[in-house]
């Protein structure tokens, strides 16, 4: 990579955009068409993705045990058909 | 039995295989829908207590989910809604100055601290703990962490997120795009201190 590709800045503007999958087809060209060149911020791309994997994951809690029992039970206090 | 009680007979065996579907669904989806709900509060006794009063309310108004369109949206809605009814507190925007800060701006940080080499999976594992993401998140401002939580941890659309906090898709996009920046400056705040 060179120290700053004037391409970065563009990139660095889609990136996360096609971390989401939200980007227009022409973008996404120019998001990989930059990727594929540019060590740069492929490294950042990828260290992108797994800190959003990394996010998800310690940031997902499990439901206690108990409280499907508890929303099953409030079945029975609706009201009848 | 006369003609009109049959139907009748008929149409209430229908709703009631009807909504029957809709609680085993919606019931499945519980596990996802505490998933959210549990970042979008303080406590674990706050989510579930926000989660059993969605339930009651979507198990009241079922008639009014429609088949076959995206019920973990439809759940969410009311949830979030049910948030903004408990009234929680009036916050300050945010400082934007720092958020002039590039997108790569926790990874420029690590990079600039320990080499490119920290910008590899275990480093990034080993710099943050499961209690920074925590902390970090509960410390964005309720407008963007609502954003945040939805598209990143309930892996909501930029779309279904929009129809959800009922605000538009621009909106939810600059909400999320502030919201990140914000999150990973308070994560390079604390892997670096």
């Given at each position: 990579m060179s120290d700053?590709?004037?391409g970065?800045?563009?990139?660095e503007e889609?990136?996360?955009g096609y971390l989401d999958r939200d980007l227009a087809p022409d973008e996404v060209v120019v998001a990989e068409g930059h990727l594929d060149g540019c060590d740069y911020c492929r490294r950042r791309y990828r260290f992108e993705e797994r800190l959003r994997r990394y996010i998800r994951v310690s940031a997902s809690e499990r439901m206690p045990a108990g409280l499907l029992a508890k929303l099953t039970e409030l079945r029975d206090?609706?009201?009848a058909l | 039995m006369g003609e009109t009680e049959a139907a009748d007979a008929r149409?209430?065996?229908t709703e009631a295989r009807g909504r029957v579907r809709f609680e085993e669904e919606a019931l499945g989806l519980a596990d996802q829908v505490y998933r959210v709900a549990r970042r979008l509060v303080g406590t674990r006794e706050e989510a579930e207590e926000l989660v059993q009063d969605t339930y009651i309310r979507a198990f009241r108004s079922w008639n009014s989910y429609t088949p076959g369109t995206n019920m973990r949206a439809w759940l969410l809605r009311i949830l979030t809604n049910l948030n903004l009814d408990r009234g929680r507190k009036i916050q300050r925007t945010p400082d934007l100055q720092p958020l002039e800060e590039g997108d790569y701006f926790l990874a420029n940080k690590l990079a600039a601290a320990e080499g490119e080499q920290a910008l590899d999976q275990e480093r990034v594992v080993e710099k943050l703990s499961q209690d920074n993401v925590v902390g970090a998140l509960s410390e964005l401002p309720h407008d963007f962490r609502d954003v945040v939580v939805l598209v990143d941890i309930g892996e909501f659309s930029y779309a279904d997120a929009a129809q959800i906090l009922d605000v538009?898709?621009?909106?939810?996009?600059?909400?999320?795009?502030?919201?990140?920046?914000?999150?990973k400056q308070k994560l390079a705040e604390e892997s670096l201190a």
């Open positions: 700053h590709d004037p970065c800045e563009r990139c889609l990136l996360q206090e609706r009201p | 149409r209430i065996a538009p898709m621009g909106t939810v996009m600059s909400r999320l795009h502030r919201g990140r920046r914000l999150l």
